[in-house]
């Protein structure tokens, strides 16, 4: 079962920050935070990961709690072609398994 | 840099017949995953190979489904006979290194079982 608690669907206006919530209350140290998307009829697309400290890249960013009990995935400037189911995935460094959950997803409005 | 790819896109057969999907991972990662997304459902994890062994197989669903990667390139994955219930989006996805696990995935094959 996923280790994860995502909201099942949210909206954002175009060009505002979207800002996708992730509770993982029973991380382990090691344990890793992924986020990954998927796009209507493609497959899965790797985002973003970090352990304890906040990680920005080229597609987002992510903000991880002190406790590491939960993470908030940043699309800066949402664009419509950011619709898309996103899931939390939390990933121990030795086990090669993607423990997918239902994911939340992300509708952009015009 | 090639993407992972996957043949074919879509399959529709009948119940009882044999489907054999393939997947081609990125040149150079010697980790390749396939999962499954059945209707309605989560995506699931089936198998990991690195390079040509089998790693982890513990969501193979039952011994109607058999995943071979002879040689460490390519992986097919055949079922049969097929059932109902097999009906779904099977992904494949390619690693370089298995402790970073940014897997990337291919489009997904679409089988229909009628």
């Known amino acids: 079962d996923a280790k994860t608690t995502q909201p099942p669907s949210m909206d954002c206006a175009e060009g505002r920050a979207a800002n996708l919530p992730c509770n993982h209350s029973t991380i382990s140290g090691n344990e890793y935070v992924y986020w990954y998307r998927q796009i209507h009829s493609q497959g899965p697309q790797y985002i973003i990961h970090?352990?304890?400290?906040?990680e920005t890249n080229e597609m987002a960013s992510l903000i991880i709690t002190e406790d590491r009990k939960s993470s908030t995935l940043i699309l800066p400037h949402a664009t419509l072609r950011d619709t898309a189911v996103y899931y939390c995935i939390v990933f121990p460094d030795s086990n090669y398994q993607l423990i997918w959950g239902a994911g939340t997803k992300l509708i952009i409005k015009p | 840099e090639a993407g992972v790819t996957q043949f074919p896109s879509h399959s529709v057969i009948e119940k009882g017949q044999t489907v054999t999907l393939r997947c081609d991972p990125i040149?150079?990662?010697?980790?390749l995953y396939w999962y499954r997304r059945v209707m309605g459902k989560e995506i699931k994890f089936l198998l990991h190979?690195?390079?040509?062994?089998?790693?982890?197989e513990s969501g193979m669903p039952n011994n109607r489904f058999l995943a071979e990667r002879t040689g460490g390139t390519y992986s097919t994955l055949k079922v049969q006979p097929a059932e109902l219930e097999d009906s779904g989006v099977y992904f494949c996805a390619s690693s370089r290194n298995p402790n970073y696990n940014e897997q990337f995935f291919g489009p997904g094959t679409r089988l229909t079982v009628l």
């Open positions: 190979f690195v390079k040509e062994s089998k790693q982890d």
């Open positions: 970090g352990l304890k400290n906040n």
């Open positions: 040149s150079g990662h010697d980790n």
